[in-house]
C-alpha cells in the first residue's frame, strides 16, 4: 500500500501521456453533457441509451455488447438512474460505499426482472460512475480494480463497486477535494494509470522512470474499445466432453468457493457434498466437476492442494460472465464452433446444430455433447431463441464471434469415424442404448431451466420413474391431481433429461398430444383409413408416427404424452392402447388387409413405449373406469408448497419481493385447502407477474391491484355445498380479504356466502 507520502509523489509525477487527449476531452465533454441535461432530457429513451453506452468513459469490453432496450423507457429503471444523480449519501466513507452498492444492485435486480441477459455488470458500473463522478473512476476490469485496491487501500477483498467509492475517497483524503469536473476526469485516469505501473509501484519504484517508458508515456495506451482475437487452444489440449451440471457457472462458484481454504480432492468433494448445494449429486460427477473446474484455470494444485487460481479469484469477485466464456472458447471444443453454426444458419434447429456438430467431430455419435453446449450458450445469454424455437445469436454472443479467429480447431483425421451408407446402416443395426441411471436423470432434470416455475422434491420424480419403469410391457402412468402444479411439466423434463443423456431427438423421440373432447374413436390418435378418396389412404396423427418409430426401434425409449386425458372418454378412444399392453398382442391400426401409405395394419406392441396421461377432475371432464386404473399407475399430485416457490422464485429473478402479496396468497391457498379449491404454482405465479407489472403504473394502490388479482385468478375456484368445512374456509376467506382491504372479493365473497345460505350451493359463476 502507498503511504501518503508515497501517493503524493506518484500524483506529481502522473502526466497523462499526450494521446490521452483525445480520451480525456470525450470523458469530459459526457461528464459536462450529464451533469447539465434537464432531467426531461435524462429522462428520454435517447438519453438512456447515451448513458448505457458511455464509450467516451471507457470501453466495458464484451459487455458493450449487451441488449438493455428493455430498461429504457422502463419507469422504475429509469427513476433509480436519474435519482442517482445529485443524490446525498452518507458521509461515512463506509456507509456510502454501502448505499452506493444497494443502488446498483437494485437497478441490477430491475434488469434481471425484465431478463436482460446476461446482467449487464459493467456497463451499469459505468453508468453509475457517470452520474457520480467524485465516487468512481473509469477502471471496470474486476483485475484493475484489485491493483488499484492494492496500492490504495492495502486490501482488495472489497466488491469492486465498494472498493471504488473507498479508492477515491483515499485519493481526495490525500491530494484534496475535486472542485471541477476536469479535475474528476484526471483522478479517474490517474486510477488507470496505477493499474498500468501497478508492478512497478508495488515494487516501491517512484516515477520519474527511465528506459523502457518514453518519456511523454506513449507506450502506455487507454483503455482500448478494440477487443483482440481470441487464442483458441488447439484440439490436442482442448477439452471434449460433457459439460452438463445443476445451475451452471454457480457450480463452478461454489467448487472455486470451497477450495479458498486449500483441500485435497476428497476434502474438497465433502466440503461440497455438506454444502447442500449438490444433494443427491454422485460422487464420481462431484469429482469431474473438480477436473473441469482445474482443466478451465479455476483452481490450481499448490503444496499438494487445490486452491483458487487468479482467474478463480477474478471468476468470485466480478460476477461477469465474459472470464468464464472466453475460457469455454478457448479451452472446450465445440463451443466456438456451435457459436459459428448459429451465425451462419439463423434461425437454426435444435436438431440442424446437433447434426452439424456431429459432422464436424463423428465421435459425438449422441446429442449429449452439442445438447450441453447448446444450453450452456442460452445460459449465458449468447444465443436466443425465436418464436418457432429458431436459434439466433444475441448482440452480446454476436461480439464473442467477432473475436473468433478465421479457421477453429479440427480434430485429426483419426478421431473421425466413417459416417458413409456402411455407417448408417450399422447405427441403424447397433444394439438397445442402455436406459440412464435414476441419479443422472435428476441431475439433468433439476438443471433444466423449465422446470424452474414449479417445486418438486425427489421422490415424485422418483415414483415417476420406477412408475414407467417397472413393468417391461405397461409403461402407463396417470398423474391426476390440481391444475397448475406441473403434471405435464415433470413428464416433458423427465423425458427431456432421458433424451439428452441417451442422445436422442426430442423431436422423434416424444410427442405431446392434447385431447379433445370430441374423441369418440381411436383416430384422434392412430389416424384413420379414407376409403372414399380415389386412391385409398391414410391419414396420420403424430401419435400414430410416434408408435411407429418405437415399434421400429424396441431398443430406445419413447414419450407420449396426453395432456388432458380424461376430456373424453378413455375407454372409448384408447381401447386398441389398453388392450394391447395388457395382452402383449399386435396393436391394430386399421382394417384394411395391407399397409396404406407406409401405415401397416398392425404392429408389435412396443414396450418401449412411456405413456402418460394428465388428469383433472372436475365437471368438463369424465371418471376412469377400473379397467382403465388396473392398467395405469396413478401418481398425485396434489400438495403445493407456496413457500419454497416464492424462494425459489426470488433466487431466480433477484430483485424486490412482494411480501405482503406473498402473504395474502399463502393465507387464501391456505384456507382453500382445507376443501380442496386451492390453487397451484401456475396461479401463484401470475398473480406475482400482474402485481410486478402493475408496479409501476403508479396510482391506484398495491391493494387495489391485488383486489384484482385474487378476484381474477383465485376466487373463480371456489365452488361448493353448505357443508360445515365449506362453509368455515368462506368466512375464513372472508376474515382474510377484509383484514388485507380486498373489498371487491370482500362484496363477491359475501354474495357467494348468501347464496350458499338461500340455497346451499354456491359457486363464482352463480
Not at 137 to 154: E, Q
Not at 312 to 317: A, I, P, Q, R, V
Amino acid at each position: 500500500m502507498l503511504t501518503d507520502e508515497q501517493l503524493t509523489t506518484v500524483w506529481k509525477g502522473f502526466t497523462p501521456p499526450a494521446w490521452w487527449a483525445r480520451w480525456q476531452k470525450d470523458y469530459l465533454d459526457f461528464l459536462s453533457w450529464v451533469r447539465n441535461a434537464h432531467e426531461s432530457e435524462l429522462r428520454t429513451e435517447a438519453a438512456q441509451k447515451k448513458l448505457w453506452n458511455a464509450r467516451a468513459i471507457t470501453p466495458a469490453g464484451p459487455g458493450d455488447a449487451i441488449n438493455v432496450d428493455a430498461l429504457l423507457a422502463d419507469r422504475e429503471c429509469v427513476d433509480a438512474i436519474v435519482g442517482l444523480r445529485g443524490r446525498a449519501f452518507s458521509s461515512d466513507v463506509a456507509l456510502r460505499a454501502a448505499e452506493i452498492q444497494g443502488e446498483y444492485e437494485r437497478i441490477l435486480g430491475i434488469a434481471v426482472a425484465r431478463e436482460v441477459k446476461p446482467r449487464p455488470l459493467a456497463k451499469l458500473q459505468r453508468l453509475v460512475g457517470a452520474l457520480m463522478p467524485a465516487e468512481l473512476s473509469c477502471v471496470l476490469s474486476y483485475d484493475a480494480v484489485r491493483n488499484i485496491a492494492k496500492l490504495l487501500l492495502g486490501d482488495a477483498s472489497d466488491p469492486p463497486l465498494v472498493a471504488q467509492v473507498k479508492m477515491r475517497a483515499r485519493l481526495r483524503a490525500v491530494l484534496g477535494e475535486e472542485t471541477t469536473l476536469a479535475e474528476h476526469v484526471q483522478r479517474s485516469t490517474f486510477c488507470w494509470w496505477l493499474h498500468e505501473n501497478y508492478e512497478r509501484l508495488s515494487a516501491g519504484q517512484m516515477p520519474p522512470w527511465r528506459g523502457d517508458v518514453p518519456a511523454d508515456g506513449t507506450a502506455m495506451p487507454p483503455p482500448d474499445d478494440k477487443l483482440p482475437l481470441l487464442v483458441v487452444w488447439p484440439f490436442a489440449k482442448q477439452y471434449v466432453g460433457y459439460l452438463a451440471v445443476r445451475n451452471f457457472a454457480g457450480a463452478y462458484r461454489a467448487v472455486v468457493q470451497a477450495a479458498l481454504p486449500g483441500l485435497s480432492q476428497d476434502d474438497l468433494v465433502g466440503v461440497l457434498q455438506a454444502s447442500g448445494s449438490f444433494d443427491n449429486v454422485p460422487t464420481t460427477t462431484l469429482r469431474q466437476l473438480i477436473i473441469r473446474a482445474k482443466g478451465l484455470g479455476f483452481i490450481e494444485q499448490r503444496d499438494g492442494l487445490l486452491y483458487p487460481s487468479k482467474e478463480g479469484d477474478e471468476l468470485l469477485g466480478s460476477g461477469q460472465p465474459d472470464l468464464f466464456i472466453e475460457r469455454l472458447l478457448q479451452r472446450v471444443f465445440g463451443f466456438a464452433q456451435l457459436l459459428r453454426f448459429v451465425d451462419e444458419h439463423r434461425g437454426a434447429t435444435d436438431d440442424a446444430v446437433v447434426d452439424a456438430l456431429q459432422k464436424i467431430y463423428p465421435n459425438w455419435t449422441t446429442a449429449g455433447v452439442p445438447s450441453d453446449l447448446r444450453n450452456w450458450s442460452l445460459y449465458f445469454g449468447l444465443l436466443k431463441r425465436d418464436e418457432r424455437g429458431g436459434l439466433h445469436l444475441t448482440e452480446y454472443g454476436a461480439a464473442w464471434v467477432a473475436r473468433l479467429p478465421k479457421e477453429l480447431p479440427k480434430p485429426p483425421p483419426e478421431e473421425r469415424i466413417d459416417t458413409g451408407p456402411t455407417a448408417t446402416t450399422a447405427a441403424l443395426a447397433r444394439p438397445a442404448t442402455p436406459y440412464p441411471a435414476f441419479d443422472a436423470i435428476l441431475t439433468r432434470f433439476k438443471a433444466d431451466p423449465a422446470i424452474a416455475d414449479f417445486v418438486f422434491d425427489d421422490r415424485q420424480l422418483a415414483t415417476l420413474h420406477a412408475a414407467w419403469r417397472s413393468n417391461p410391457r405397461k409403461r402407463f402412468v396417470l398423474l391426476s391431481g390440481l391444475s397448475g402444479t406441473g403434471k405435464t411439466a415433470v413428464t416433458l423434463c423427465y423425458s427431456r433429461a432421458v433424451c439428452e443423456l441417451m442422445g436422442l431427438s426430442e423431436s422423434e423421440h416424444r410427442e405431446v398430444v392434447p385431447v379433445s373432447p370430441d374423441w369418440r374413436d381411436p383416430s384422434g390418435l392412430l389416424g384413420y383409413f379414407n376409403a372414399l378418396h380415389a386412391d385409398p389412404t391414410f391419414q396420420a396423427e403424430p401419435a400414430l408416427r410416434l408408435v411407429l418409430r418405437a415399434a421400429a426401434d424396441p431398443g430406445r425409449p419413447y414419450f407420449l404424452i396426453l395432456d388432458e386425458m380424461n376430456l373424453a372418454r378413455v375407454e372409448r378412444y384408447f381401447a386398441p392402447f389398453l388392450s394391447a399392453m395388457e395382452t402383449g398382442k399386435d396393436l391394430v391400426l386399421h382394417a384394411n388387409g395391407a399397409e396404406v401409405n407406409d401405415v401397416p395394419p398392425r404392429v408389435p406392441w412396443p414396450a418401449n413405449l412411456h405413456i402418460a396421461g394428465t388428469v383433472n377432475m372436475d365437471e368438463t371432464t369424465h371418471p376412469f373406469s377400473d379397467k382403465v386404473l388396473d392398467r395405469a399407475f396413478t401418481l398425485e399430485f396434489w400438495d403445493v408448497d407456496l413457500k419454497r416457490f416464492f424462494e425459489r422464485a426470488a433466487a431466480r429473478s433477484p430483485g424486490e419481493r412482494l411480501p405482503d402479496v406473498e402473504a395474502t396468497l399463502l393465507e387464501l391457498h391456505d384456507a382453500m385447502r382445507a376443501v380442496r379449491r386451492h390453487f397451484g404454482y401456475r396461479t401463484a405465479g401470475e398473480v406475482l407477474a400482474f402485481m410486478h407489472a402493475v408496479a409501476e403504473l403508479g396510482g391506484a394502490t398495491q391493494t387495489t391491484f391485488l383486489d384484482q388479482a385474487v378476484f381474477s385468478k383465485v376466487l373463480p375456484r371456489l365452488r361448493g355445498e353448505d357443508t360445515p368445512a365449506f362453509k368455515g374456509a368462506m368466512e375464513t376467506l372472508l376474515k382474510i380479504c377484509k383484514g388485507r382491504g380486498l373489498t371487491m372479493c370482500e362484496a363477491k365473497l359475501g354474495s357467494m356466502m348468501e347464496l350458499l345460505k338461500r340455497t346451499g350451493v354456491t359457486r363464482f359463476w352463480a
